[in-house]
T-cell receptor, first 114, second 115 residues
C-alpha cells in the first residue's frame, strides 16, 4: 500500500530539547516537503528537497534542519532555536515530471513543547 | 510579495445549502491552482486543480472551481453540501515556472455543515 507515513502522530517534548520528526514515502517520488500548520495561518513551507543529498530552505526554515540521505526519507529536526515549535507538521511528496503533478500529504505529527 | 487570500476563516451552513469559498492570489506570473481539503482526522487531500484549458474545473465529491484570470481568483463551489463536507479547505498556488513544485497556501476556511 503506497503512501506517506509520519511518526509519531503525537509528540511531546520539553523546552530546549531537539526533536526529530520522521517522514517516509514509498511512492518513489523525487520531491519532498515539510510544512508547518498553525490555526488561521494555513500551511507554511519549512524545507524542501528535489533529490537525495540536496535540500532548500523554505519560508520559515529558522530553527529547523533536515537531511535527505535516502530518496524515501526526509526527517525534520526541530531544534531548541525554534521559538514556537508547538504546531502540526505535515510532510508531502511529489513525483518528478509533469508540471501538473500535485503534492501528496502524510497524516502529520502534532508536536507539543511543554 | 506573493500571497494567497481566503476570504472567510469560518463558514457555517445547513445541509443542502450552496457553498462558495473565495480564493484570491497575488502573483506576478502564470500560476497553477489547487484546492485541498482536510477532513477531521484525515490527510490533506486534493479536491481539484487547474493547470490550463477550461477555467471551470470539476473535482471530487461534486466540487468545482472557476479560474478567473482577470480577477486573480479561483473560487470553490458546491451546489448542495452534505454533513460530510465538514472540513477545512485550503487554496494553494504554484508558479508554473517553479520546477521545485512549491505551493503557497491560503490560511484555510473551516466549513461546518449542520444537519
Amino acid at each position: 500500500d503506497g503512501g506517506i507515513t509520519q511518526s509519531p502522530k503525537y509528540l511531546f517534548r520539553k523546552e530546549g530539547q531537539n526533536v526529530t520528526l520522521s517522514c517516509e514515502q514509498n511512492l518513489n517520488h523525487d520531491a519532498m516537503y515539510w510544512y508547518r500548520q498553525d490555526p488561521g495561518q494555513g500551511l507554511r513551507l519549512i524545507y524542501y528537497s528535489q533529490i537525495v543529498n540536496d535540500f532548500q530552505k523554505g519560508d520559515i526554515a529558522e530553527g529547523y534542519s533536515v537531511s535527505r540521505e535516502k530518496k524515501e526519507s526526509f526527517p525534520l529536526t526541530v531544534t531548541s532555536a525554534q521559538k514556537n515549535p508547538t504546531a502540526f507538521y505535515l510532510c508531502a511528496s511529489r513525483p518528478r515530471g509533469a508540471q501538473d503533478n500535485e503534492q501528496f500529504f502524510g497524516p502529520g505529527t502534532r508536536l507539543t513543547v511543554l | 510579495a506573493q500571497s494567497v487570500s481566503q476570504h472567510n476563516h469560518h463558514v457555517i451552513l445547513s445541509e443542502a445549502a450552496s457553498l462558495e469559498l473565495g480564493c484570491n492570489y497575488s502573483y506576478g506570473g502564470t500560476v497553477n491552482l489547487f484546492w485541498y481539503v482536510q477532513y477531521p482526522g484525515q490527510h490533506l487531500q486534493l479536491l481539484l486543480k487547474y493547470f490550463s484549458g477550461d477555467p471551470l474545473v470539476k473535482g471530487i465529491k461534486g466540487f468545482e472551481a472557476e479560474f478567473i484570470k482577470s480577477k486573480f481568483s479561483f473560487n470553490l463551489r458546491k451546489p448542495s453540501v452534505q454533513w460530510s463536507d465538514t472540513a477545512e479547505y485550503f487554496c494553494a498556488v504554484k508558479l508554473t515556472t517553479d520546477s521545485w513544485g512549491k505551493l503557497q497556501f491560503g490560511a484555510g476556511t473551516q466549513v461546518v455543515v449542520t444537519p
